[in-house]
Antibody, heavy 120, light 107 residues
Framework: QVQLVESGGDLVRPGGSLRLSCVASGFTFTDFYITWIRQAPGKGLEWLSDISRTTTTTHYEDSVKGRFSISRDNAKKSVYLQMNSLRVEDTAVYYC?????????????WGQGTLVTVSS | DIHMTQYPSSLSAAIGDRVTITCQASQDTGNSINWYQQKPGKAPEVLISDATKSQIGVPSRFWGGGSGTHFTLTISSLQSEDIATYYCQQFDTYPFTFGQGTKVEIK
């Protein structure tokens, strides 16, 4: 079955870095954009970034542009989110999701999420 | 950025009631709107894509409408398992954006 599994969440100090991973299985990985979405505790969903099937195109939400970087390794069926210069307000559950792009912009499979806590 | 205004932020309704959630986009998004359901402690699940297309496996009591800047998600007969928070999301223009959510409770 279609599955996405995130990992890499941790407690990190403000200004620190973290790399999240998302491993996919159960579908043809190269047929889909992959997207990162986060949810701060008790808050709503926030779209962060997506990456195209061939890795040539990426997009970012304004508050993470220049600090976060998305990448993918199609051979490993994996997508990564490198997060630098972390802030307290980056504390959230981070989900990876299948889907993205203007032509298929809905997310029909989600991981279980990984918790990132930014605190001193 | 396109701002999605979703309302109400919460509602309480009886089993069997018709429930409507509205999402207003700050600019024309065509039909590029999706709706998600999120139950406590779980990842969201897509209900409706492209404003009106029900996803496979979604009960027929859920349906989406609207176009342009005004969109609705309707639950025709509320069931106990529909207790959740619902979100709209636009994918017309990057960055994609979500509404702030509507929490649905049973009266």
């Amino acid at each position: 079955q279609v599955q996405l599994v995130e990992s890499g969440g941790d407690l990190v100090r403000p200004g620190g870095s973290l790399r999240l991973s998302c491993v996919a299985s159960g579908f043809t990985f190269t047929d889909f954009y992959i997207t990162w979405i986060r949810q701060a505790p008790g808050k709503g969903l926030e779209w962060l970034s997506d990456i195209s099937r061939t890795t040539t195109t990426t997009h970012y939400e304004d508050s993470v542009k220049g600090r976060f970087s998305i990448s993918r390794d199609n051979a490993k069926k994996s997508v990564y989110l490198q997060m630098n210069s972390l802030r307290v307000e980056d504390t959230a559950v981070y989900y990876c999701a299948r889907g993205g792009g203007i032509t298929r912009g809905y997310f029909d499979a989600w991981g279980q999420g990984t918790l990132v806590t930014v605190s001193s | 950025d396109i701002h999605m205004t979703q309302y109400p932020s919460s509602l309480s309704a009886a089993i069997g009631d018709r429930v409507t959630i509205t999402c207003q986009a700050s600019q024309d998004t065509g039909n590029s709107i999706n709706w998600y359901q999120q139950k406590p402690g779980k990842a969201p699940e897509v209900l409706i894509s492209d404003a009106t297309k029900s996803q496979i496996g979604v009960p027929s009591r859920f349906w989406g409408g609207g176009s342009g800047t005004h969109f609705t998600l309707t639950i025709s007969s509320l069931q106990s398992e529909d207790i959740a928070t619902y979100y709209c999301q636009q994918f017309d223009t990057y960055p994609f954006t979500f509404g702030q959510g509507t929490k649905v409770e049973i009266k």
